[in-house]
């Protein structure tokens, strides 16, 4: 693996926490507690890593340019600046939500979570987004 490979990699490791996010809802949604701590363990795993391997990335080469022009250039910037905003948010967010789960803490833990999930779903699905269209278009 190079370094021009770390981009498509946050990607799938993006869309992999937004999978396992999903999944996650309908396990603990059916019950399935222990089952839900696993697969959110997952995506928290998946999220770290996408964030390692993102830094590692952007430290080496810097910013990337979007090259696109007229309407999608604001697309562009609406989504990438709404993702980066809640990006930043997010990470503490989805620390205490994990904490308070680990704690016991079920009764905190869900009242975050319910911001935190549709908040972490919306960077993981943005942060795909956002590669697509700054690589592939």
Not at 3 to 30: F, M
Not at 39 to 61: D, E, G, K, P, R
Not at 84 to 95: D, G, S, Y
Request: glycine letters at 6%.
């Amino acid at each position: 693996m190079t370094l021009r490979d770390l981009p498509a990699l946050n990607a799938v490791l993006n869309a992999t926490s937004a999978g396992l996010l999903a999944l996650g809802y309908v396990l603990i949604r059916r019950g399935r507690r222990e089952a839900h701590q696993k697969v959110m363990q997952a995506a928290l795993v998946c999220s770290a890593l996408f964030l390692v391997c993102y830094l590692t990335y952007h430290a080496q080469v810097g910013s990337v340019r979007f090259q696109g022009q007229g309407p999608i250039r604001t697309v562009y910037f609406a989504i990438l600046i709404s993702h980066t905003i809640l990006a930043i948010v997010i990470v503490p967010m989805v620390l205490v939500t994990f904490v308070r789960a680990r704690r016991g803490r079920f009764d905190r833990h869900r009242a975050i979570a319910r911001v935190t999930l549709p908040l972490w779903a919306y960077v993981s699905v943005t942060g795909v987004i956002v590669y697509w269209m700054l690589y592939r278009l």
